[in-house]
């Protein structure tokens, strides 16, 4: 049980574009999704905290207008990278929370490249 | 602030017992995970301790004291495929859905 999915698994796009992630909690209802960046042998950053029907909650230094979080439901979550540039490359991860206090599951995570 | 501090390398010997350290600060602590990752691959979760003492599953088994801001990470009988990073995270926060915070991950190889 737990399971959540993300999509895509990879992109590559060019530099001025957007790019959407979706993450699914396909079998429980996430309250709360966190979206965390990683880059090359470094931890994950915590970007922003989304709830369900409400405005994003973002860590500072992330810029809100750029990466914009949506979640309508208590099953979808999206991130956009608008306006990519070659600096946004990074592996991006979502993860859902069910229940209070529960163990974040994550999603597989999107690595996003771009050129 | 909420640092959280952990070995960023260890080595061990396939069949020995290793212990990983994470120290934090301990304002609005409210639960501590462990998760395992793989290179290229999204953590996956492998203890929570929100009170003191030992939690043990199978080779794992988890620490934590809060008045000292330490837990460890047991792992006994290591395999070769226990090789990857192993990332302490705090949960900081009054409500109970706080935010989690990640230390900065320990890689643990190990060598046959």
């Known amino acids: 049980g737990a399971v959540v999915s993300q999509h895509p698994s990879w992109v590559i796009c060019k530099s001025g574009t957007s790019v959407k992630i979706e993450c699914r909690s396909l079998?429980?209802?996430?309250?709360?999704m966190f979206w965390y960046r990683q880059f090359p042998k470094q931890s994950l950053m915590l970007m922003a905290t989304s709830n369900e029907g409400s405005k994003a909650t973002y860590e500072q230094g992330v810029e809100k207008d750029k990466f914009l979080i949506n979640h309508a439901s208590l099953t979808l979550s999206t991130l956009t990278v608008t306006s990519a540039h070659p600096e946004d490359s990074s592996f991006y991860i979502c993860?859902?929370?069910?229940?209070?206090?529960?163990?974040?599951?994550f999603g597989n995570g999107t690595r996003l490249t771009v050129t | 602030g909420q640092n959280i501090d952990q070995p960023t390398e260890m080595t061990a010997t396939e069949g020995a017992i290793v212990q990983i350290n994470c120290t934090y600060q301990t304002s609005g602590f409210n639960g501590l995970f462990w998760y395992q990752q793989h290179a290229g691959e999204a953590p996956t979760f492998l203890s929570y301790?929100?009170?003191?003492g030992l939690e043990e599953k199978g080779r794992f088994s988890s620490f934590l004291s809060r008045s000292k801001g330490y837990s460890y990470l047991l792992l006994k009988e290591l395999q070769m495929k226990d090789s990857a990073s192993y990332l302490c995270a705090v949960r900081f926060g009054s409500s109970n859905t706080g935010k989690l915070i990640f230390g900065q991950g320990t890689t643990l190889q190990v060598k046959p």
């Open positions: 993860s859902g929370e069910g229940t209070p206090n529960s163990p974040l599951h």
């Open positions: 301790n929100v009170l003191d």
């Open positions: 079998d429980f209802q996430a309250t709360t």
